[in-house]
């Protein structure tokens, strides 16, 4: 079984910055590409960045320059630095991990508030 653990949420002005966190835990093998997603109040879950596992970044258009992702191998950890926050980057915003053995696995995520 394997525990992802997302931290970092909060309530933010416009312009302001948050760094988010994702901590993997359990029964891992190793961890391929991982990812952040986010679902905006009444909308579906959204892609916003992804990292594999040699160090590769890819962005969604809306957030590259402010948003970005990175991650250390031997803490099995993840994280987000979101700076220049705007009121639409209001989400909750998931970790995401295709974790070996166990396969794609998901966070509960994290309540960002980007106030205008």
């Known amino acids: 079984q394997v525990q992802l653990v997302e931290s970092g949420g909060g309530l933010v002005q416009a312009g302001g910055s948050l760094r988010l966190s994702c901590a993997v835990s359990?029964?891992?093998?190793?961890?391929?590409?991982m990812g952040w997603y986010r679902q905006p109040p009444g909308k579906q879950r959204e892609w916003v960045a992804g990292i594999s596992s040699g160090g590769m970044t890819n962005y969604l258009e809306s957030v590259r320059g402010r948003f970005t992702i990175s991650r250390t191998s031997a803490k099995n950890m993840m994280y987000l630095q979101m700076n220049s926050l705007k009121p639409e980057d209001t989400a909750v915003y998931y970790c995401?991990?295709?974790?070996?053995?166990?396969?794609?696995?998901w966070g509960r995520g994290t309540q960002v508030t980007v106030s205008a």
């Open positions: 359990g029964s891992i093998f190793s961890i391929k590409a």
């Open positions: 995401n991990a295709a974790v070996e053995p166990v396969g794609n696995s």
